[in-house]
Nanobody
Framework: QVQLVESGGGSVQAGGSLTLSCEAHGYTYSRRHYIGWFRQAPGKQREGVAAIDGDDNTIYADSVKGRFTISKDNAKNTLYLRMASLKAEDTAMYYC???????????????WGQGTQVTVSS
């Protein structure tokens, strides 16, 4: 069974950086399918953030392009999200997810973990 364990969240000042990690259990990276991150802030809709497939093709939300970088370490079965130039608007619970797809403005997800909180202070 797929299990995703996120870590690395915390509180940072605006303009700062933070890197999230997601250890995936029972998941094999595929050339066809993506694994990635979504976030959800209080009172806001779930928002896809970034995704990466087995060939290292990446997808980013417009709101994070140029600031966030998704990567993975296949040997460690770990997914990362490096976040830089953080803004208060990035404050949310961040979730690692499997089977991520983006069609236009719509994102789709398979399984996800418990999430890790990111709080950005102005």
């Amino acid at each position: 069974q797929v299990q995703l364990v996120e870590s690395g969240g915390g509180s940072v000042q605006a303009g700062g950086s933070l890197t999230l990690s997601c250890e995936a259990h029972g998941y094999t990276y595929s050339r066809r399918h993506y694994i990635g991150w979504f976030r959800q802030a209080p009172g806001k809709q779930r928002e896809g953030v970034a995704a990466i497939d087995g060939d290292d093709n990446t997808i980013y939300a417009d709101s994070v392009k140029g600031r966030f970088t998704i990567s993975k370490d296949n040997a460690k079965n770990t997914l990362y999200l490096r976040m830089a130039s953080l803004k208060a608007e990035d404050t949310a619970m961040y979730y690692c997810a499997t089977d991520v797809d983006k069609y236009g403005a719509s994102w789709f997800f398979g399984y996800w973990g418990q999430g890790t909180q990111v709080t950005v202070s102005s």
